[in-house]
């Protein structure tokens, strides 16, 4: 039977009262944690500078929050109020994101209230388990690079539903209508598509069979960007 330390369950605050010692001790600690999830983020993963930076400095932030707060409940309510303005004036991430900052929160809480050993332990397991997904490939389908948004815009008395539906069948396999819209005054409707290619050598006969089909007008194929949506 595996037994775990008790060590990794005691705070090192003994006592209501924060020493200084103690917490230079949880802001440095939480400033490496910040460090090492910034840096894993990172790995084969697009990035700001700005994003980074702030998954590396949250753990700090959190954990110094916390210490503050301990025991002062209106101080937490406080707190808590300010959260949530920061929430609804900032603008929702991808999944990824989101993730990434609940973990350095939540290395930044355990810090606040002392239990270094196990902030560090969880990110630890954290860390060993986004890297071996991000080498195995866990949850994705394999086919991302020929996943398409494609733009097609039409002359107004063409009915866009099933228009392209042979087209697809032959070179995409899987499409859906996501968004359509008038432009030119009304004259004319842009389609959105959300499709996957049947393979990456085919997309310019695709595109010139709907171009033959849509009256030559413009057309436009670009990788698929994942947003918002995948929440």
């Known amino acids: 039977m ?3 330390p008790n060590v990794l ?18 802001m440095a600690v939480a400033l490496v944690l910040g460090a090492i999830l910034a840096f894993v983020y990172m790995y084969k993963n ?15 932030i959190v954990s110094t929050i916390i210490m503050l707060v301990s025991g002062n409940l ?6 808590a109020g300010t959260f949530s303005l920061v929430r609804f004036r900032s603008a929702p991430g991808t999944a990824r994101e989101i993730c990434s900052i609940f973990l350095t ?7 606040g209230m002392g239990y270094i050993g196990f902030a560090v332990v969880f990110v630890i397991v954290m860390v060993i388990l986004s890297l071996i997904y991000n080498r195995t490939g866990f949850g994705s389908s394999g086919n991302e690079d020929r996943r398409k948004e494609l733009r097609i815009t039409i002359p107004e008395d063409l009915d866009y539903g099933g228009v392209f539906d042979d087209i697809f069948k032959e070179y995409v396999s899987k499409w859906r209508l996501v968004k359509v819209k008038t432009v030119n005054m009304g004259s004319l409707y842009r389609l959105t598509y959300d499709v996957t290619m049947k393979s990456d050598n085919s997309e310019k006969a695709f595109i010139d069979k709907l171009r033959c089909r849509n009256g030559n007008l413009e057309i436009s194929s670009s990788l698929y960007a994942e947003d918002n949506r995948e929440l």
């Not at 369950?9 to 949880?26: D, Q, R, V, Y």
Request: aromatic share 8%.
């Open 2 to 4: 595996i037994t775990v």
């Open 105 to 111: 929160m939540a290395a930044g809480l355990a810090l």
């Open 74 to 79: 209106g101080a937490g309510v406080a707190v």
């Open 46 to 60: 697009n990035y700001t500078k700005s994003f980074v930076v702030t998954l590396a400095l949250l753990p700090a």
């Open 9 to 26: 369950f005691t705070s090192i605050f003994s006592s209501s009262e924060i020493t200084l010692s103690s917490s230079l001790i949880c």
